[in-house]
């Protein structure tokens, strides 16, 4: 991570304290067309037009790319999908792959046939090593169907048993 280590300029770092309440380890930050982000050991943070900040944790993040041509940045989490404009982008897009990439500890493809699937994922929180499944669903997947609940309860059962976790 020490790669990645940047200075945050003067008026995000005094804006990112003040935001926080308290000094954070910068690990990389870029410029958006309306605000900034910030890449913690954790987590990242997203300023908006009006500097109200906004965080993310890398466990949390289903997916992103980044857009080269674009610079843009697209980042998927249960809740949205977010698609930032980078003007500045830094290192931040090979920060971002790797924070998430160093969240997952390990992931299993379900198939459920006829061209369906889940992703069962085994997520780990960089904050405080906490680790939980998550359960991405292909396309056109209810992850509600009694079927399809019922074999990812089993799959998961089975995962975790593979893997020691309760």
Same mark, same amino acid.
């Given at each position: 991570?020490?790669?990645?280590?940047?200075? +945050?300029?003067?008026?995000?770092?005094?804006?990112?304290?003040?935001?926080?309440?308290?000094?954070? @380890?910068?690990?990389?930050?870029?410029?958006? =067309?309306?605000?900034?982000?910030?890449?913690?050991?954790?987590?990242?943070? @997203?300023?908006?037009?009006?500097?109200? %900040?906004?965080?993310?944790? %890398?466990?949390?993040?289903?997916?992103?790319? %980044?857009?080269?041509?674009?610079?843009?940045?697209?980042?998927?989490?249960? =809740?949205?999908?977010?698609?930032?404009?980078?003007?500045?982008?830094?290192?931040?897009?090979?920060?971002?792959?790797?924070?998430?990439?160093?969240?997952?500890?390990?992931?299993?493809?379900?198939?459920?046939? *006829?061209? #369906?699937?889940?992703?069962?994922?085994?997520?780990?929180?960089?904050?405080?090593?906490?680790?939980?499944? #998550?359960? +991405?669903?292909?396309?056109?997947?209810?992850?509600?169907?009694?079927?399809?609940?019922?074999?990812?309860?089993?799959?998961? *059962?089975? *995962?975790?048993?593979?893997?020691?976790?309760?």
């Amino acid at each position: 991570m020490a790669a990645f280590r940047q200075s +945050l300029p003067a008026d995000l770092l005094s804006s990112l304290r003040a935001a926080t309440g308290r000094r954070e @380890r910068v690990l990389g930050w870029a410029r958006t =067309e309306d605000g900034a982000l910030v890449g913690l050991t954790d987590r990242f943070l @997203r300023q908006d037009a009006d500097g109200h %900040w906004a965080t993310t944790h %890398w466990h949390a993040i289903d997916s992103g790319r %980044w857009d080269d041509a674009t610079r843009t940045l697209t980042v998927v989490t249960p =809740e949205a999908t977010h698609t930032l404009h980078l003007v500045e982008p830094n290192r931040f897009p090979d920060l971002f792959n790797e924070r998430v990439s160093a969240s997952i500890i390990a992931n299993r493809r379900v198939d459920l046939g *006829a061209g #369906r699937y889940v992703v069962l994922v085994l997520r780990r929180d960089l904050g405080g090593g906490a680790t939980a499944w #998550r359960v +991405l669903a292909g396309p056109g997947v209810d992850t509600s169907a009694p079927a399809v609940r019922d074999r990812v309860e089993a799959e998961l *059962a089975a *995962a975790a048993a593979e893997y020691d976790i309760d």
